[in-house]
């Protein structure tokens, strides 16, 4: 994991930093020539790329220092920006996520034992309709109606909530944010559970006594659970990436507007550490999933002792 | 038993409704009560505003914010009449005064009952402080150069905040010196004039910082300071205070009652949510949780009509930058005939309407003045469209004609241009794909032309990119100039050979010499005829030589609720909307 973290943090480097026209302040039309190179060498943009990269390096590694933001919270610690935000995007795409899995399986459960009944064909259509739309086309209908036109919510993210209040400020771009993980997770379990209730040793579940119902959930969900732990990974940097608009539709101060205006300004520390974050909560997804299988399914677990 | 489970869920939900609803807007008091101008709130929003120090602020949002809860020392003010604004001081008593006949030594004088937030009082120290720090040299804030020499030059100031960590130029050397705890003493390197002095001073940079809560956001090594950013301090002293920031959500003021004018406020409490998304501001303003929205192309025709909308002039021109000294095709970009046929092949008139804009044939944006005293627009004088070419400047055959004479002085068959655009810009993208379609159609097989969309912070950076070894970073690309919206002349400044920030590769010592006749010679510091002649000859070869092809403009349409009631009827170009000398009239 680490290996490729350094592979990611290094190559987003030097991407970032050899994007043709690397100019600071390029917006500015006031600051003189002399006053720009001499920011330059503050910021040491003055000195060739690798050389950069390794003052970065040596930073981040040796004193846990990300660098200052130079353009947008000029002055200000990287970090101290990330601390900021992180806790509100993170908030919004955890509870997504929490909401997502239990809604998702139940109707991927729901679907599979009603295979072929309205229930199966209904859901299946809400399935479609929840994948092949993007979540801000739902956080706009949202917004629109639930709040706009009903006055159920608040239009945009009310920053004094808290508590209950917060939740509810939040809970049309979560709503939002779920729509596409449910309709995921739904398909996929569907999928899997449908096969897996026709198999023999669901066959030997019922015939040693057990119904329909306690055969599925004592051995037909787990057994179906495995490959769907595949579909996380991909699921939670989705929700990430789609908070990256809905952020802005309902102005959450959080990652998604500062990665944007990040680039923009341009401010490479900024774009560089929101860069790292994200890698590093996927590999930690993927880090997380992997050890899951073990805990869902105690094959794999006697296996890799048995290989050792 | 069982049925409790269902209980809890349904108090659950209960609670939940309760909170329901929009925004609580609280009753605004009585507006019969023992202070009838003093109340309401305002409900405004911002875009994006990331620092709140006026020294590095660079966004638009910001400076709203900052004027809001900072002081300066001159500012414009809505006159007593209700129809124009005036030009005063804010935290200075007065105009500057000239102590010598050269006009390079003036005093300033100060009220003596300023205070901040927490009670200090507010003395000739802070001002000194606050003009030292943004042009300390190992901080070298944004603002530095802009505040050592714009308007005027303050002595020594450009050696100081340049001279890196060298510590050769004392303080002491620079032109501002404290004559008592209320006046101050500016020395500038060259003649100035009362106004030169008072715009100077007047900008969001030249606002006081206060010592103590700045000197506690220094790093260790004093190279960078946190003041007024996300994890800085914070300390108002402006018409209101700045009561609650959450930041990248929404700022909330409360009226200063120590402001020195607190008189001009008629507001309680201002609130101002930051929203970028342009949909979300219009729901917003329809569901009343904000007074006033800003309306995008998309949404104009809609409220064309509305009584609540208010018009106001384009500060820039959107103009198609051209790269002269782009080698491809022979330097055909350096060829002025080939210019000039790009600026002829524009049908201005019909991307105005894609756009819901003005076609504009001009440098000189709509909303700048040509004088502070008179308020006259620049674009209204006859002088300045005498040289305006007809028909918005739409000529097919003569674009073919200028094309083929520079096809020929150029010794080429065929020329290939490309314009870059960005891609988040959904009004620039439109318009290069009209071009795209439209000059082939007018110049002939001969031309191609091929646009390409790309970040807007990389089109931004290739456009300033060029150098004489590496001149083809780009060849057309999309740019607009908000230069100063009162002092016309200063504007043209972008075209000069010393502007370092130029879009365009342009050199011309007569055009210099123009912009110095016209912004630093006495006679167009004091004579304002002359130096509108000068700007009237600057547009004119510029338009000429098509160094740039104007465009179009947009002007602004902004909705503002019926129970606002604006100091001026309407948008003026440097005092703005006034938003803090608002009046609720509901």
């Excluded at chain 2, 070894?469 to 002349?489: K, M, R």
Aim: with cysteine; charged share 20%; net charge negative.
């Amino acid at each position: 994991m680490l290996i490729t973290l350094f592979i990611i943090v290094t190559i987003g480097f030097m991407v970032i930093r050899l994007m043709p026209g690397n100019t600071m302040y390029a917006d500015d039309p006031d600051m003189s020539a002399a006053q720009i190179e001499v920011l330059r060498a503050k910021y040491h943009l003055d000195k060739p790329v690798p050389v950069q990269y390794v003052i970065f390096l040596r930073g981040l590694l040796l004193e846990g220092d990300w660098g200052t933001s130079i353009s947008l919270y000029v002055g200000v610690p990287v970090w101290d920006v990330l601390k900021a935000k992180i806790p509100v995007s993170m908030y919004n795409n955890i509870v997504s996520l929490m909401i997502s899995l239990p809604l998702g399986i139940l109707s991927g459960v729901i679907a599979a034992i009603r295979k072929n009944t309205i229930v199966d064909y209904a859901t299946s259509f809400a399935v479609v309709i929840f994948i092949s739309v993007p979540s801000f086309i739902f956080a706009t209908l949202l917004q629109y109606f639930a709040a706009f036109k009903w006055r159920l919510f608040p239009i945009i993210y009310d920053a004094s909530a808290t508590g209950a209040g917060k939740l509810h400020s939040l809970l049309l771009p979560i709503l939002a944010l779920s729509f596409s993980p449910i309709a995921r997770v739904t398909r996929y379990l569907r999928a899997e559970l449908a096969e897996t209730i026709n198999s023999d040793f669901m066959l030997l579940a019922r015939t040693k006594g057990l119904t329909e119902t306690q055969a599925t959930l004592r051995h037909g969900i787990r057994n179906s659970l495995v490959p769907l732990a595949n579909v996380v990974i991909p699921m939670f940097t989705h929700i990430m990436s789609g908070s990256l608009v809905i952020e802005r539709i309902f102005s959450i101060p959080g990652m998604g507007g500062l990665m944007v205006s990040s680039i923009n300004a341009p401010d490479y520390p900024l774009t560089l550490a929101i860069l790292i974050f994200y890698s590093l909560v996927s590999l930690v997804t993927v880090l997380v999933v992997d050890l899951a299988y073990g805990v869902i399914d105690p094959r794999i677990r006697i296996g890799g002792r048995n290989i050792e | 038993m069982r049925k409790r489970p269902l209980l809890a869920i349904v108090l659950l939900i209960a609670c939940a409704l309760s909170a329901c609803g929009t925004p609580a807007v609280e009753p605004d008091p009585d507006p019969g009560s023992d202070k009838p101008e003093v109340y309401g709130t305002l409900y405004n929003y911002v875009g994006t505003v990331s620092t709140l120090n006026p020294f590095e602020s660079s966004e638009t949002a910001g400076t709203t914010i900052i004027e809001a809860c900072t002081i300066g020392l001159y500012e414009y003010f809505p006159n007593k009449t209700g129809d124009g604004f005036v030009f005063e001081g804010q935290l200075a008593i007065g105009d500057p005064v000239a102590k010598n006949d050269e006009g390079t030594l003036w005093e300033i004088k100060i009220h003596d009952n300023a205070k901040w937030e927490n009670g200090d009082p507010i003395t000739v120290d802070d001002v000194i402080y606050s003009l030292k720090q943004v042009m300390d040299p190992l901080l070298l804030t944004r603002r530095a150069s802009q505040v050592a020499s714009e308007y005027i030059t303050i002595k020594g100031a450009v050696d100081y905040c340049q001279q890196g960590n060298s510590n050769s130029v004392p303080w002491e050397t620079v032109g501002l010196k404290k004559i008592d705890d209320y006046t101050l003493q500016v020395e500038t390197e060259s003649f100035a004039t009362v106004n030169d002095v008072k715009t100077q001073f007047s900008t969001k940079y030249t606002h006081l910082v206060h010592e103590p809560t700045w000197e506690a956001c220094f790093s260790a090594d004093r190279t960078s300071n946190t003041y007024g950013t996300i994890t800085g301090g914070w300390m108002s002293c402006g018409p209101f205070i700045l009561t609650d920031w959450t930041e990248g959500s929404q700022f909330v003021f409360e009226r200063n009652p120590d402001y020195i004018r607190a008189d001009d406020i008629s507001l309680e409490k201002m609130v101002f949510y930051v929203i970028t998304d342009s949909n979300t501001a219009l729901e917003m303003f329809l569901a009343g949780n904000i007074d006033t929205v800003s309306l995008g192309a998309a949404a104009i025709e809609q409220y064309e009509d509305d009584p609540r909308l208010h018009p106001s002039r384009p500060g820039s021109v959107t103009s198609i930058c051209v790269n002269i000294g782009n080698t491809k095709n022979n330097n055909a970009l350096g060829n002025k005939n080939f210019r000039k046929a790009l600026f002829y092949a524009t049908d201005r008139e019909a991307i105005a309407k894609l756009v819901k804009g003005v076609p504009a044939t001009w440098i000189v944006a709509s909303a700048i003045i040509s004088s502070v005293d008179t308020g006259v627009f620049f674009r209204d004088l006859p002088e300045a469209q005498a040289y305006l070419p007809p028909n918005n400047g739409y000529d097919p055959d003569l674009a073919r004609q200028y094309f083929q004479t520079a096809l020929d002085e150029l010794g080429i068959d065929k020329a290939e241009v490309t314009m870059i655009y960005s891609e988040s810009s959904s009004t620039t993208k439109a318009v290069s794909e009209f071009l795209h379609k439209t000059w082939p159609e007018v110049l002939g097989p001969q031309f191609e032309f091929k646009i390409e969309g790309v970040a807007s912070s990389l089109a931004s950076s290739l456009r300033k990119s060029w150098t004489a070894e590496n001149p083809n970073t780009y060849e057309l690309a999309w740019g607009g100039w908000s230069v100063s919206l009162t002092d016309v002349a200063n504007g043209f400044k972008v075209y000069t050979g010393w502007f370092n920030n130029k879009n365009e590769p342009h050199y011309n010592d007569w055009y210099d010499d123009l912009w110095e006749k016209a912004n630093q010679s006495e006679r167009g510091k004091t004579d304002n005829d002359y130096r509108l002649d000068l700007c009237f000859e600057m547009e004119e070869y510029l338009i000429d030589e098509a160094l740039t092809i104007p465009i179009y403009e947009t002007p602004g349409r902004r909705l503002i609720n019926d129970r606002i009631k604006l100091p001026l009827d309407d948008y003026k170009p440097a005092f703005g909307w006034g938003w803090m000398y608002a009046k609720v009239v509901d």
